[in-house]
Each structure stands twice: as structure tokens, then as C-alpha cells.
């Protein structure tokens, strides 16, 4: 089970559909439906009821679903200590064509 995994489905869980989720964690919707295909085989288990949309999670996606919310937590908890003080964020540069 890897965490990337954990937050693909906690993203299905918060938006309600693959589509949805696959833009909050940046994949496509190929990249979801087979991270949640590896993660039913990882676990011998249904995590989402087959053939229903938009897409629920099964009982034990459910419960699957809250305890990685707590591992991710703690996951990003401990990804903060390992760079203290440091901010964190996204940076865009761009350039005017001309300027080259």
C-alpha cells in the first residue's frame, strides 16, 4: 500500500468522482482508476462499489477512508520535520517571449 494511494482515495472520497479527484491530486482519471485497481489487489478487497456514479466508496472503503486520513496526517506530520523551518509552496516563473 503506498500513501499516494491513501490520498488518491481520500480525494475520491472528499470530491465524489474520479474525475474530481484525479484533478485535486494532479493525475488523470486513468492514473486514479488504476491506483484504485492496484490498491483492491494490494488489499484483496472492494474499496468502491463497481459500476456506480458518481463513485462511493464500499463500507470498508469507508473505513479504509478514515484511518488513511490519520496515516496521512501523521505521514505530512512527519514529512514537516524532516525540513524544519522551511517554507513550502508552489512557484510559477514565467518570461515575456520578446525578452529572449
Do not use: C, W, Y
Request: cysteine-free; hydrophobic content about 45%.
Amino acid at each position: 500500500m503506498q500513501p499516494e494511494h491513501l490520498r488518491t482515495l481520500l480525494a475520491i472520497r472528499a470530491t465524489g468522482s474520479l474525475s474530481a479527484a484525479a484533478r485535486a491530486v494532479n493525475l488523470s482519471h486513468s492514473a486514479v482508476s488504476l491506483q484504485m485497481k492496484r490498491l483492491e489487489q494490494t488489499l484483496s478487497r472492494d474499496v468502491l462499489v463497481k459500476g456506480k456514479r458518481p463513485a462511493r466508496l464500499t463500507p470498508f472503503g469507508q473505513t479504509l477512508a478514515a484511518r488513511a486520513s490519520e496515516v496521512m496526517a501523521g505521514f505530512d506530520a512527519l514529512s514537516r520535520l524532516a525540513v524544519p523551518n522551511s517554507e513550502t509552496g508552489e512557484v510559477t516563473i514565467g518570461f515575456v517571449p520578446t525578452t529572449l
